[in-house]
């Protein structure tokens, strides 16, 4: 154990400190086989009512948590009431707390842009120390972060959940305040950005024309958002009158006849798409945007490169760790998550494979799958929990299954949602529900019931 | 039991999302079980019923519009399932505030002089 200093040892694990692990690791068990999506699996009532009234564990320890993002809140949230006397601090520059889940339902005109901006300090968790700085590095040996601020902070734990880094910088041309204008869109760059992506999609919407919507091939935080994006402007296109006159083109990274990394859902989408008569490319990656003269330009894997006319352009950037973390020794060294610096975490218990006492939790994570809210729904409990065990000096107990969820919208009225594991199994709440079947009921839930989970998740309450 | 735990939730924090609309119900609730205390609770209750049938069924037909999706997207039996159950809590929503005023309005008339209610002596006679 790296860690500095753990205040107690095993001999402390004693009851109490099982029941707050188990309260931790809530919807982390799998025991119960239903539920609603973003639950996964949980705890039977009895234990978990038990857990709620479970003393704290007592420490000293300092933990830090880089980032107040959903990961970086659900976790600290939780560790703020499993610990009594442990020092929190939670490091992170940004005040606003954006539903990031509620950007595609602001940029396609369903939910305003306030809906998804809330105040950090809303949901920070009471007695938590909140520096706001941004993180800008890290020093694993000498268990410290630095801050922008030029601040060294020490710790003893380590609960990494910087997020991810949009990098736009790597599509020549692209501009992120140019968003909304010439026809440009991106749902992924904030909600200013969702809103203006609405505006150029309102409107092209009532003249047609050529779209062109496109998916990179790196690791994604919501991986199903370019899919969404392209069923509802084809949605919006059919209700306003102007598909007939629309050539909606999707540009994929990606191998051929892929769009999706789970492949049921990704042959499922397919069908859907080639119904609703939308065109697909492979191996063909944004590369470069011109927006004054309306040309994106797209590169093969050979280095070929072919212009495309738009009227209206999706842009879905490349996406790699922050450079805090990229920049540290925490990132992959080698293997596939080395090239976007991800964050070198154990995919079963989220902890770091060399620096035991750091843990990763939502899209830094270096794993297989899982950069969405429901990732951190279910591994936030478990990072919490074996937060927990390494105080108490014990080897992570918890198995984290590498569970996604995403309501992949098809128009206004209907969804599919998908949950799977890390494998690409499908693995539904409900196992009576074809998570394959387009349901008015998972458009509820998307639009009216994943916002209230969402901020129960950030309380550390599910 | 973590789905129960869920949505609980998930209903408390549309509570509190919504907290103006849900403290006005409550204050019309309150303020309808005041006027009912002397109030003819079992005349109340056929009216009442009515009119949480009528908010049910109103819900029933009206929620997948007000939700954007039309009658061809419900296309699943969990769709209906839903629709059904929030059909029916709308319609226990307008029960509880309906029934107290219902039996309110239906209360027993001032006795008269005789101290026997007006609509009781018109009976007699």
Redesign the interface.
């Known amino acids: 154990m790296n860690a500095r200093s753990t205040t107690r040892g095993p001999h402390s694990a004693g009851r109490r400190e099982w029941l707050v692990r188990a309260a931790l690791a809530?919807?982390g068990l799998r025991l119960?086989g239903?539920?609603?999506p973003?639950?996964?699996?949980?705890?039977?009532?009895a234990v978990?009512a038990s857990a709620a009234t479970a003393a704290p564990m007592r420490t000293k320890a300092h933990i830090v948590v880089a980032g107040s993002g959903a990961g970086g809140l659900a976790v600290a949230s939780r560790l703020a009431k499993a610990f009594d006397g442990a020092r929190i601090t939670v490091i992170d520059g940004k005040t606003e707390h954006n539903y990031q889940p509620g950007y595609m339902l602001v940029a396609t005109g369903?939910w305003p842009m306030a809906k998804v901006r809330r105040d950090n300090a809303a949901f920070m968790p009471a007695g938590v120390e909140w520096v706001r700085e941004a993180v800008a590095g890290f020093d694993p040996h000498a268990q410290r972060v630095e801050t922008a601020g030029g601040r060294t902070i020490d710790y003893d734990f380590l609960v990494v959940a910087t997020g991810l880094h949009l990098d736009y910088a790597q599509i020549e041309g692209m501009d992120v305040a140019a968003i909304g204008r010439n026809g440009l869109g991106s749902v992924y760059a904030g909600p200013q950005a969702a809103a203006a992506t609405w505006a150029a999609i309102d409107a092209f919407r009532s003249t047609g024309g050529d779209a062109v919507l496109t998916l990179p091939s790196t690791p994604l935080k919501c991986a199903g958002a370019p899919l969404k994006t392209t069923f509802l402007l084809d949605d919006l296109l059919r209700r306003a009158g102007t598909r007939g006159r629309t050539q909606l083109q999707f540009h994929s990274a990606l191998p051929t006849d892929t769009v999706f990394g789970v492949p049921v859902v990704n042959d499922a989408v397919l069908a859907r798409w080639k119904a609703l008569d939308v065109q697909t490319h492979y191996l063909s990656r944004l590369v470069a945007v011109d927006p004054g003269a309306r040309r994106a330009t797209f590169a093969s894997p050979e280095g070929e490169r072919t212009e495309v006319p738009w009227d209206f352009l999706h842009v879905v950037p490349p996406m790699r760790a922050v450079d805090a973390v990229r920049d540290s020794e925490l990132a992959w060294q080698d293997g596939p998550f080395a090239a976007g610096g991800w964050l070198e975490v154990d995919p079963a218990t989220l902890q770091h494979r060399r620096f035991p006492n750091v843990f990763g939790v939502g899209d830094i994570n270096g794993t297989p799958r899982g950069k969405t809210a429901a990732t951190v729904k279910k591994s936030a409990p478990i990072v919490a929990a074996h937060v927990v065990d390494a105080v108490a000096g014990r080897e992570p107990q918890l198995r984290f299954d590498g569970y996604t969820s995403c309501p992949l919208l098809l128009?206004?009225?209907?969804a599919m949602l998908v949950e799977f594991d890390y494998e690409g199994r499908l693995t539904p709440?409900?196992p009576f529900?074809?998570p394959l079947?387009?349901?008015?009921?998972a458009?509820?839930m998307e639009?009216?019931?994943l916002?209230?989970?969402y901020?129960?998740m950030l309380r550390g309450?599910? | 039991m973590s789905e129960l735990w869920m949505a609980v939730n998930v209903v408390w924090e549309t509570l509190v999302e919504h907290a103006g609309w849900v403290l006005a119900y409550v204050l019309a609730v309150v303020l309808a079980l005041f006027l009912a205390r002397r109030g003819h609770w079992r005349r109340g209750w056929r009216p009442a019923w009515v009119l949480a049938g009528l908010a049910a069924l109103a819900a029933l037909v009206l929620l997948p519009g007000l939700t954007g999706a039309a009658w061809s997207d419900l296309a699943y039996f969990v769709d209906w399932f839903l629709l059904l159950a929030l059909s029916v809590a709308l319609g226990a929503a307008v029960l509880v505030l309906a029934w107290p005023l219902a039996a309110w309005l239906r209360r027993p008339r001032a006795p008269t002089a005789s101290g026997i209610s007006a609509a009781r002596l018109r009976q007699l006679r």
């Open positions: 809530g919807a119960a239903v539920g609603l973003l639950a996964g699996a949980g705890l039977p009532l978990r369903l128009r206004e009225g209907s709440s409900m529900v074809d079947q387009e349901s008015w009921a458009w509820v639009r009216y019931m916002e209230p989970m901020l129960a309450r599910i």
